[in-house]
């Protein structure tokens, strides 16, 4: 059969008879059919978690539902606003913690590594993403949460008159949370941002250092600017992740569907009272569907996070298809 | 110039600083890295040996907690259906939309949808099969499958997006003057693009098992957990995430000692993959 | 050549992934039907169950057991009540287990598979437990106190109101940290029915159910959760399970009960919560709060939940055998190992009432066979 081919392949292409034609048609219609699959898999799987979730708004309403606090299942309470401040708080220490260690990581990368370092600098931080969110919430637990509670106790009684940080700290908390998840999302943010820092045309950082600016002002004035778009993309695709992220974070919030007064005090996130509660809310169809519409809005926020990131990564791309001269991009 | 003597003590001293905070950064970044390693290697090394890998977990309260070899096992099997049903269909949508689709409006819309779906939570997958495939009682109840079709889902898109980038740094070159010599477009994908292709698929292929293999939230009630072995992906299954995740929250030093015993283990297996996948990639070039 | 064999690879892989799925699918069948004609003596096969936490160390010791008199295995998972019953209702699981009756509502959404039965097991001792340095156990305690600390109000350990009764000890200025249950569990509507008892603004407040709105705490899943919170926290506080107590070497509080004595949990005093029950013709009872001088007053009881007819709810004839065969494990031999990891055996009267729910059950309208 192969001859056979190779033959009429020989042969000119146009009058390459039908019948040979047959594979380049089957290939062609399996692989668009598996694109029409995967798309009707995604359409199905938006829908279904659509009307599995409309008992609940439509019982409460999404107001109700996004700005009530109070998650008591077995009283039928089902108002996200705890878990959702849990998930936003928790995100949110995770980007002030994370992000600048994760530019500063990709800078130093770029910038400043010896040529030798680099190459294992990279895979280091890369290896970061390799260790699975479950040995993160372990690790979490049993060594962070002892070993940190001194220092926040420390932090909490000093900065005590700043909001949100004054009185007890409990063992899991918002600010463990955040502090796992800022682990958690330094490999993307910096793999990105590395991406976009190596796009800066060298002619900018020559012409910085020619003009007498140190390494650093050449960072500041020639580096930064150009790729300061493409690291917000970076931030936000971080983010992203960190709303989205589960097992950990279940494990040290302390799963408390309440709003703490202090970043050291528990709380409860999205993703985690899902985790935590779908098993119990099989049979009862407000439960199930509260946790699904949980679902649904942490799904709204990672697409509206991943929107403006893809944007921002998008404007320092054309950003740089306008200046970068040919060959020098990549 | 004047200003170049001016550049002396302060901003130097700026320099030094900056560049200092940078490093400081990187090594930070790496804090985390070595003290996960560290502690799983101190904690987790105790409970590695023979009867660990060997034995089940007896889930007896008190006395001998047994070992995770039905963990081990539910994880190899589960996230190998996985693969087998992401993979193919993950590079087979690469394919069609760097052959075919190109920049066509469907196509666009497909990639766009991809995307998509790699913001969705784990966890929100592992919801969607309970609802879909578990409690609509399909082939019985909790199911190693079930728990594979939902590490699919989320595995898909990752190899999707990764395999685009690769078929897409196939030189128009190579199937033009392939085509130019009469081969057909099949043999054209099966002869030029995907051989000049494979070692970034498998790359990217085993990055997603990688990840998959780590995944928690997805099997919570899809393949649910069982303490005995079994290789029947029809039954309930045990996993290492799983098993990680209910020994943590015991209070018993036996129980949670096998938690980082299983840790450790499952990180080797993903380290292996990853390491893997980085030769792979390093020993190919596309030119 | 290599691409045909790569190509050829990855069909074969996909080819051998349903293959295995396929055969999975089929040994399944199979070994059901070969235990179903099996001898008796051994059942083999398995059972698949899902609930409480609070009796879970007895199940899996039961389980190992049974395994080795039937050879079935009995997988069950402990995921709390809550989940028990849900996914008993939603029959993903040969049976549920929970240490709080189901309540009317749950019983009506049971219905949609068959007339849902509680199998009464065992008694066990819901304690306080604490955590901190100094204090010993036999802690005094009584229901108001208890309502106090878990509302926040009573938030140091050296606080008047638990130095009042008692006098002699050190009681440190730790602060106190409340670790109690994130996920539906009776052992929280058990302990809580307690609380409301004692506490008006308990009752006023929080309530009682299987998952309430906490003044305070932090949230652990299942009473091993809770147990690891405990652990984990100098000052800590919580309810768990006496097993898991004394798993972990837990101190913790002598309670007050109905006639005024503080008891601590003990066998003896968990068997005497059962002390002249009145127990209702379903079976859905709670010794919460006995009357006994002698009871520990938050005792619970705890229940494994079948349908009346097993095989009309989804089982086959073979599974309903061996459903039987556990259930009169558990109120057979089950009853007298019951007492090595600290759980009471039933009172006479009720035992003899769960056996005859056992007997009851049927497999499409027909007695279950015993072994």
Redesign the interface.
């Known amino acids: 059969m192969e001859a056979a081919t190779i033959s009429s392949g020989g042969s000119p292409a146009l009058g390459r008879p039908p019948l040979s034609r047959l594979p380049d048609r089957l290939l062609r219609w399996a692989l668009t059919a598996i694109a029409l699959g995967v798309l009707a898999l995604i359409a199905y799987f938006f829908v279904r978690l659509y009307l599995e979730s409309r008992p609940v708004f439509s019982k409460y309403g999404v107001l109700d539902f996004t700005f009530k606090d109070?998650?008591?299942?077995?009283?039928g309470?089902f108002g996200a606003l705890p878990l959702i401040v849990g998930t936003l708080v928790t995100s949110g220490i995770a980007l002030c913690i994370g992000v600048p260690v994760a530019v500063a990581s990709a800078l130093y990368v770029t910038e400043l590594a010896p040529a030798r370092a680099r190459q294992p600098l990279t895979i280091l931080v890369e290896l970061l993403a390799a260790v699975p969110s479950v040995v993160y919430g372990l690790w979490g637990?049993f060594v962070l949460?002892?070993k940190l509670k001194p220092a926040e106790q420390w932090f909490s009684d000093t900065f005590g008159f700043i909001p949100f940080f004054g009185g007890?700290v409990?063992?899991?908390n918002y600010f463990i949370g955040g502090l796992i998840l800022a682990i958690m999302i330094i490999p993307i943010v910096a793999a990105i941002s590395r991406e976009v820092v190596a796009t800066v045309p060298v002619e900018h950082k020559e012409a910085a250092l020619a003009l007498g600016a140190t390494r650093w002002e050449m960072i500041r004035m020639a580096v930064l600017p150009y790729s300061k778009a493409g690291i917000s993309g970076a931030a936000m695709l971080g983010l992203g992740r960190a709303i989205g992220e589960t097992i950990a974070v279940t494990l040290v919030i302390?799963?408390?569907?309440?709003i703490a007064k202090s970043i050291f005090g528990?709380g409860?996130t999205l993703a985690a009272v899902i985790a935590?509660?779908f098993?119990?809310?099989?049979?009862?169809e407000t439960h199930r569907a509260a946790l699904i519409a949980a679902g649904l809005v942490l799904f709204v926020l990672t697409l509206v996070v991943n929107f403006i990131a893809r944007y921002f990564v998008n404007r320092s791309q054309r950003a740089m298809a306008r200046s970068v001269p040919e060959g020098m991009a990549g | 110039m004047s200003a170049l003597a001016a550049v002396a003590p302060r901003r130097r001293r700026a320099d030094r600083v900056m560049r200092s905070l940078l490093l400081a950064g990187t090594l930070l970044a790496l804090v985390p890295l070595v003290a996960v390693v560290y502690y799983l290697l101190k904690q987790g090394a105790g409970a590695l040996s023979w009867s660990f890998f060997t034995s089940d977990p007896?889930?007896?309260?008190?006395g001998d907690p047994g070992g995770v070899r039905s963990a081990i096992v539910g994880t190899v099997?589960i996230v190998?259906?996985a693969?087998?049903?992401a993979?193919?269909l993950g590079i087979g949508l690469a394919l069609y939309l760097v052959e075919y689709g190109k920049a066509s409006r469907f196509a666009n819309v497909v990639r766009y949808f991809v995307d998509v779906m790699t913001g969705v939570p784990s966890i929100v997958f592992g919801l969607f099969i309970y609802i879909v495939l578990?409690?609509s009682?399909i082939?019985?109840?909790?199911a190693?499958?079930k728990g594979s079709v939902a590490l699919a889902l989320l595995m898909l898109p990752v190899v999707s997006r990764s395999a685009e980038v690769v078929l897409n740094l196939v030189p128009d070159s190579l199937r033009e003057s392939a085509l130019a010599l009469g081969a057909p477009r099949w043999r054209v994908l099966?002869?030029i693009v995907?051989?000049t292709a494979?070692p970034g698929l498998v790359t990217g292929s085993l990055l997603a098992v990688a990840r998959g293999a780590g995944e928690t939230a997805p099997l919570l009630f899809t393949a649910?957990?069982?303490?005995?072995t079994t290789?029947?992906?029809?039954?309930?299954m045990n996993s290492l995430p799983i098993q990680i995740f209910n020994d943590?929250?015991?209070?018993?030093a036996n129980i949670v000692e096998r938690a980082w015993g299983a840790a450790l283990t499952l990180v080797g297996m993903i380290l292996v993959l990853t390491l893997l996948a980085r030769l792979i990639q390093r020993r190919s070039r596309l030119a | 050549m290599?691409?045909?064999r790569?190509?050829l690879a990855?069909?074969l892989?996909?080819a051998?992934?349903?293959g295995?799925?396929a055969c999975?699918?089929d040994?399944?069948s199979s070994s059901s039907g070969s235990s179903s004609s099996s001898s008796s003596a051994k059942l083999g096969g398995?059972l698949?169950g899902?609930g409480a936490t609070f009796p879970?160390?007895?199940y899996?010791?039961w389980?190992?057991r049974f395994k080795d008199k039937t050879g079935t295995?009995v997988?069950?998972?402990a995921?709390?009540s809550?989940?028990g019953?849900?996914?008993f209702?939603?029959?993903?699981?040969d049976f549920g287990a929970s240490d709080s009756a189901m309540k009317d509502e749950?019983i009506t959404?049971?219905k949609k598979k068959g007339d849902p039965v509680h199998v009464p097991t065992v008694f066990g001792a819901v304690t306080v437990s604490y955590n901190v340095k100094g204090v010993a156990k036999g802690t005094k305690m009584d229901g108001a106190l208890i309502a106090d600390i878990f509302l926040g109000k009573v938030k140091k350990w050296n606080d008047p109101a638990i130095a009042k009764e008692n006098a002699g000890a050190k009681l440190p200025a730790t602060?106190i940290?409340v670790c109690h249950r994130?996920?539906?569990s009776g052992t929280t509507k058990n302990f809580t029915s307690f609380l409301v008892a004692y506490s008006k603004e308990w009752a006023g407040g929080p309530g009682s159910?299987?998952?309430?709105?906490?003044p305070t705490?932090?949230?652990?899943?299942?009473n091993?959760?809770v147990?690891?919170?405990?652990?984990?926290?100098d000052g800590a506080i919580g309810y768990v399970e006496q097993?898991?107590a004394l798993?972990?070497k837990f101190t913790y509080a002598s309670v007050k009960n109905k006639s005024g004595q503080f008891i601590e949990p003990t066998l003896a005093s968990t068997s005497s919560a059962g002390d002249g029950l009145k127990v209702p013709k379903d079976l859905r009872f709670s010794p919460i709060d006995a009357k006994g001088p002698q009871a520990y007053p938050i005792t619970a009881a705890t229940f494994l939940l079948v349908y009346q007819d097993v095989c009309k709810a989804?089982l086959d004839a073979a599974k309903a055998q061996r459903l039987k065969a556990w259930l009169d494990y558990a109120e057979g031999d089950g009853q007298g190992v019951a007492k090595e990891?600290f759980y009471a055996k039933l009172p006479d009267a009720i035992h003899t009432a769960a056996l005859e729910k056992v007997k009851g059950l049927q497999c499409n309208g027909q007695p279950i066979k015993g072994t």
């Not at chain 1, 109070?70 to 009283?75: L, M």
């Not at chain 2, 649910?224 to 005995?228: I, L």
């Not at chain 3, 705490?217 to 299942?222: H, I, L, M, V």
């Not at chain 3, 147990?227 to 926290?233: F, R, T, Y």
């Open positions: 109070a998650w008591v299942p077995s009283k309470q637990v949460i002892p007890s409990a063992g899991p302390g799963n408390a569907p309440e528990q409860y935590n509660e098993g119990e809310a099989a049979s009862d | 007896t889930g007896r309260f008190l099997l190998a259906l693969s087998a049903i993979v193919p578990v409690l009682g082939g019985g109840n909790f190693g499958w099966t002869r995907l051989p494979l649910f957990a069982v303490n005995t290789w029947n992906l029809g039954s309930q943590v929250r015991q209070a018993q | 290599t691409h045909t790569i190509l990855l069909a892989t996909g051998l992934a349903l295995v799925a999975g699918s040994s399944k398995s698949n899902a879970a160390p007895v899996q010791e389980g190992a295995a997988n069950y998972q995921i709390g809550g989940g019953i849900a996914q209702t939603a029959g993903t699981v749950e959404a049971a602060d940290t994130s996920d539906e159910d299987k998952s309430i709105k906490w705490g932090t949230g652990a899943k299942g091993d959760g147990a690891a919170c405990i652990k984990q926290n097993a898991y798993a972990n989804g990891l």
